[in-house]
């Protein structure tokens, strides 16, 4: 195998055309199986190899410098960059990041996995460069579906007005991003793909930048002959290359959207290895949201170029028509219109994964909630659950929204809540409401829950007691239950266990009337403590002798951590607030 030869980029270069197109299906190869036992991105890490390899070969890393955008198509780099063992080696699959990651690599500059990035850092670096008197290139490779984030354009407008001197953006465009892409510079691609590049309408030329076009970016020669012609230019320019998304494994070349990113599946049946067909809040979410679609045009459900996420795929997105809008990588716009459709009288709905919340602070605060504007927000993958690449860590979204003026944070703990909130919050016309699905698996109680939300943060005493009153919020409340059974089986004190509902305000009549009966208030919260909701509780009490006592994660990034060790580390199991408590009343 050739492969066993590539240690260092310095390898690529001794290969000839042939060596180097049998290299690409060995690092193809090496990817399919990797991400079959262990999951991982996969159409573009395929569709990428090629001009992976052609940069290497052309440029000398890490002197020449290569910024991914997302970093979802970094592999076959890690591959070349003296990484491979992490792919070809399972012992060794989670010695590596899923994402470009400085630390593992002189070969990586930045810990990259929110989109759009690429250029603007790539022009840090090439900036720096210059008024060092340097003269390496710096190249930022960014795909097509990043192209319609906003800061991708402002990036593109400083490169071609303010930057006169070295700069390279390859362009790989695949004619997808992780859906299929949505917005009106994706049609000036198409014509410029159809041309081969000749097209009078360019929008980079238009940006004031330099242009090339290659037709075929899964040709070796064709990238590398690219790439030659621009190595060391003193000017910006785009290499605009034309790949295959899912390349070398048929059914993601057809079947582009679920093979974006894989959970482990069987190569022989192409099936998913762990299937889960048990009922689950996005499942509930959706056939929530499709009925009340159908039901109320007025209802629009408004996605960032996640539809995944929220169980809406190609049939059902058709199903729902122009109900169902798609901004592409562009959450900031998904608030403002969201904002737009609410104030006058439309019923908007935007779901969105917690981490990439993070990206619409400023719009949040001023287009929606200093307007007041009636939008509905779901948040996903909230908590210590799932996804924990430091990138797409989704702890932090309770202190960003839930300390915005005007905003309605819910958190539900069932299925039952969550859905009577998401009713409240579509059809009522006074605040802005977010709502974070519960983190886990779903929790049914199979009775309807009533309650008036407009009756802001008015909490539900789920248990009286005393002595110790439990505020669990969202996921954490059954964690509450928990604790609170396993108090009164140990001492044979029934405390008093409260459910919040609301994430963004206290229930001040509540929380004075404990103070009756109760010397302890312990708060669970499933997101970071810092400016979070147990913090609202421990400010109310200050000036009083009850204590308070808040358990959540505590501020940090975390890369690939295990959940069950950073609860434990946060003391967020049950036997450990228990032991908490128990060390505390017998003092």
Known sequence: MLLEKINKPEDIKKLNFNEMRELAQEIRDTIIKRDAIYGG???PNLGIVETTIALHYVFNSPKDKFVFDVSHQTYPHKIITGRKEAFIDEKHFDDITGYSNQYESEHDHFILGHTSTSISLALGLAKARDVK?????IIAIIGDGSLSGGEALEGLNFAGSELNSNFIIVVNDNDMSIAENHGGLYKNL??????DGTAETNLFKAMGLNYIYVKDGNDIEQVIEAFQKVKDIEQPIVVHISTQKGKGYKQAEIDKEP??????FDL??????????SENYTKVTREYLLKKMKEDKKVVLITAGTPGTLGFNKKTRDEVGSQFIDVGIAEETAVAIASGMASKGAKPIFGVVSSFIQRTYDQLSQDLAINNNPATFIIYYGGAIGMTDVTHLGWFDIPLVSNIPNIVYLAPSTKEEHLAMLEWAIEQQKYPVVIRIPGGNMVSTGKEFKKDFSKLNTFEMKQQGKKIAIIGLGTFYQLGEQVAKL??????????VINPIYASGIDNKMLEDLKREHDLVVTLEDGVLDGGFGEKIARFYGNSNVKV??????????????????LKINRLKKELILEDLLNLTDK
């Open 41 to 43: 991105h996969f159409g």
């Open 133 to 137: 008197g340097e003269t390496e290139n």
């Open 190 to 195: 198409k014509l410029l793909r159809d041309t």
């Open 259 to 264: 093979w974006h990113y894989v959970m482990p």
């Open 268 to 277: 022989e049946t192409m099936e998913p290895k762990s299937k889960n067909n």
């Open 487 to 496: 108090y009164e089986e140990k001492t044979g004190i029934n405390l008093t």
């Open 549 to 566: 006592l808040n358990y959540g994660l505590k501020k940090e990034f975390l890369d690939k951590v295990n959940i069950s060790e950073l």
